[in-house]
Structures are given as C-alpha cells and as structure tokens.
C-alpha cells in the first residue's frame, strides 16, 4: 500500500462551534423550549443569536437561530441536542476563521440535512470570510 504524505490541521483550528437549529411553523415552539432549555443549562456559557423567521437568509433556506458554544461544551450540548431535537435539522459547524469551507466542507448535521444554498455561499465568499474572521477574533 502506498500512502500519501498529507497535512492534517490540529483540532486547535477550531475556535468554537455554532448550530443553527432549523423550524418551521409546526416546530417553531419545540425549537423555542429546547432554546430555553439550552439556555437554562448553559446559560452564560452559550450566545444565541436572533431568530431568523424570514427564509431564505443567506445560506440558509429554512428559518433558523444559532447558538454559539466553546469546544468544552462539545462532548455535553451535542449529545443533548441528538437526544431532544424532535423534528428539527441542526446543522453544526466549527469556527475556523474561514466561513465558506466551515459551511460546506467541515459541516456536520443532526438529523437529516437540508441542503444550504451553495451557490449563494459561492458568490459571497468574501463577505463569509470577513465574518469569520471576525468571529475567530472575538474570542
């Protein structure tokens, strides 16, 4: 067998994570208990970000919220939202300071996956760049 001499990135690339929790209007109050549950838990330890009921949002095709978690709480917050997400799609991803590849390649789902919108992230990598960059800087 013959191997290939590649470079792996460190898991020091992640600087947190986000999910966003995906609803609709069947399942907008289970995501508005498990966000209080969430919060309740975790409290200051997480940042929840706005409810966003207008869908299409960029790439993100089904109304949302997302909520911001360091890498500690990985191993706890990610098997809590496998075991109570009832209907909902999460979508789960780390903050490595490039936005483009940590919504495509690096993404990870929760339940089913719903496809984002890729050609909305084409025409916008600078601007997911320029927020992730901004995002890793914060912390």
């Given at each position: 067998?013959?191997f290939?001499?590649?470079?792996?990135?460190?898991?020091?690339?992640?600087?947190?994570?986000?999910?966003?929790l995906?609803?609709?209007?069947?399942?907008?109050?289970?995501?508005?208990?498990?966000?209080?549950?969430?919060?309740?838990?975790?409290?200051?330890?997480v940042?929840?970000?706005?409810?966003?009921?207008?869908?299409?949002?960029g790439?993100?095709?089904v109304?949302?919220?997302?909520?911001?978690?360091?890498?500690?709480?990985?191993?706890?917050?990610?098997?809590?939202?496998?075991?109570n997400?009832?209907?909902?799609?999460?979508l789960?991803?780390?903050?490595?300071?490039?936005?483009?590849?940590?919504?495509?390649?690096?993404v990870?789902?929760?339940?089913?996956?719903?496809?984002l919108?890729?050609?909305?992230?084409?025409?916008?990598?600078?601007?997911?760049?320029?927020?992730?960059?901004?995002?890793?800087?914060?912390?």
């Amino acid at each position: 067998m013959n191997f290939i001499h590649k470079t792996y990135r460190p898991e020091t690339d992640v600087k947190n994570y986000h999910v966003h929790l995906y609803y609709d209007g069947g399942t907008k109050l289970h995501a508005a208990n498990l966000r209080r549950e969430i919060d309740r838990r975790f409290g200051k330890q997480v940042e929840f970000g706005r409810w966003r009921d207008l869908a299409p949002q960029g790439p993100h095709p089904v109304s949302h919220f997302q909520v911001t978690f360091p890498t500690e709480l990985f191993e706890i917050l990610v098997p809590f939202l496998a075991l109570n997400r009832g209907g909902l799609h999460i979508l789960l991803h780390p903050n490595t300071g490039n936005g483009y590849e940590d919504h495509t390649t690096n993404v990870m789902w929760i339940g089913p996956s719903i496809p984002l919108a890729e050609d909305w992230m084409q025409r916008n990598q600078k601007r997911m760049q320029e927020a992730a960059e901004e995002m890793v800087a914060d912390n």
